[in-house]
């Protein structure tokens, strides 16, 4: 995936799956700090040490960017606020997105930007995720279906 093509950002915004599995990047890497603490053994931060990668925060336009992206997408159930803030990086940069999160990979698809799986392959298409009762099969949002109290259950729906 590494092939630069004239319409590639320079940029790529790297979640903790980069440093974890030791990927090289064709680009300017870029992280956010939290991915940092997502970090556990010794290689995997010193893979971030001598990545040279830049560790910066997204803007607060562009968090409440990747929010609604994320919440428009039903992503922003199963992501962390690590992931919200990789997402809007990439999204401020108009860089890559370099990770294996399927639900971000989705949320970065949503928002046209581009991404470069780790060790997964990239998602194929766009999905947005609905909550339905298992009981009923009503979409329903919150925890609880309000008709007949059964506790929601995530389910990807069609494509966005």
């Known amino acids: 995936?590494?092939?630069?093509?004239?319409?590639?950002?320079?940029?790529?915004?790297?979640?903790?799956?980069?440093?974890?599995?030791?990927?090289?990047?064709?680009?300017?890497?870029i992280t956010v700090p939290g991915v940092e603490g997502e970090l556990k053994d010794l290689r995997s931060r010193m893979r971030l040490k001598i990545s040279?990668?830049?560790?910066?925060?997204?803007?607060?336009?562009a968090l409440e960017k990747a929010r609604a992206a994320a919440d428009m997408t039903g992503d922003s159930a199963v992501l962390s606020e690590v992931d919200l803030e990789i997402l809007a990086k990439a999204l401020e940069l108009s860089a890559r997105l370099a990770t294996d999160d399927y639900a971000l990979q989705?949320?970065?698809?949503?928002?046209?930007?581009?991404?470069?799986p780790i060790a997964m392959p990239r998602i194929r298409?766009?999905?947005?995720?609905?909550?339905?009762?298992?009981?009923?099969?009503?979409?329903?949002?919150?925890?609880?279906?309000?008709?007949?109290?059964?506790?929601?259950?995530?389910?990807?729906g069609g494509k966005l």
Request: with cysteine; net charge positive; hydrophobic share 30%.
């Open 1 to 29: 995936m590494g092939s630069k093509s004239s319409g590639m950002s320079p940029f790529i915004v790297a979640d903790s799956s980069v440093f974890i599995y030791g990927k090289d990047l064709d680009g300017e890497v």
């Open 52 to 61: 040279g990668a830049r560790i910066e925060p997204p803007t607060a336009e």
């Open 106 to 116: 989705n949320a970065a698809l949503h928002l046209g930007l581009q991404v470069e």
């Open 125 to 156: 298409r766009i999905a947005k995720r609905t909550c339905r009762c298992p009981g009923c099969g009503r979409p329903l949002e919150g925890e609880e279906c309000p008709v007949c109290g059964t506790p929601a259950k995530k389910r990807r």
